[in-house]
């Protein structure tokens, strides 16, 4: 969770939501993180968990990232979701949850729907105030 925290921070220096994705390989190596860039990349699908996914696969040289852990500083929306689903991530570990648009529980539940052919395990509340924390502050400062 601490290098998701890193993106994290660095996204919230460039004026993005401060949501940061790190992907773990099974060995436990650092395959890629990200942290949001819809501001900066102006681009409503760059967010944190999906340049993590799209820069793992090209490490990996495949879509399919078994193996892998995605740590992330908060709950998926949808979009997210589906791509960890899509992705065949195994295990997601969530830092805070999203009661406004959180796709793991909170709103929706994509990785709890039978229809879908992949559902990763799930590991909530890991460094939830320091990630929540982050998200308070950002918010906080533009209101």
Same mark, same amino acid.
């Given at each position: 969770?601490?290098? %998701?925290?890193?993106? *994290?921070?660095? #996204? +919230?220096?460039?004026?993005?939501?401060?949501?940061?994705? %790190? $992907?773990?390989?099974? &060995?436990?190596?650092?395959? #890629?993180? #990200?942290?949001?860039?819809?501001?900066?990349?102006? &681009?409503?699908? *760059?967010? =944190?968990? !999906?340049?993590? !996914?799209?820069?793992?696969?090209?490490? $990996?040289?495949?879509?399919?990232?078994?193996?892998?852990?995605?740590?992330?500083? $908060?709950?998926?929306?949808?979009?997210?979701?589906? %791509? !960890?689903?899509?992705?065949? !991530?195994?295990?997601?570990?969530?830092? *805070?949850?999203?009661?406004?648009?959180? =796709?793991?529980?909170?709103?929706? &539940?994509?990785? =709890?729907?039978?229809?879908?052919?992949?559902?990763?395990?799930?590991?909530?509340?890991?460094? +939830?105030?320091?990630? #929540?924390? $982050?998200?308070? +502050?950002?918010?906080?400062?533009?209101?």
């Amino acid at each position: 969770m601490g290098a %998701a925290l890193e993106q *994290a921070r660095l #996204a +919230e220096g460039h004026g993005d939501v401060p949501i940061g994705a %790190a $992907l773990l390989g099974a &060995d436990g190596d650092l395959l #890629a993180a #990200a942290g949001n860039q819809r501001e900066l990349r102006r &681009d409503p699908t *760059a967010h =944190a968990e !999906i340049l993590a !996914i799209r820069a793992a696969a090209e490490a $990996l040289g495949g879509w399919r990232l078994l193996g892998t852990t995605l740590y992330v500083t $908060l709950e998926p929306c949808a979009m997210c979701a589906g %791509a !960890i689903v899509l992705a065949r !991530i195994p295990t997601v570990v969530i830092g *805070a949850p999203d009661p406004k648009a959180g =796709a793991a529980g909170s709103v929706l &539940d994509v990785f =709890a729907e039978p229809a879908l052919n992949h559902r990763p395990e799930l590991r909530t509340g890991v460094r +939830e105030e320091e990630c #929540a924390a $982050l998200l308070r +502050e950002f918010f906080n400062a533009r209101r």
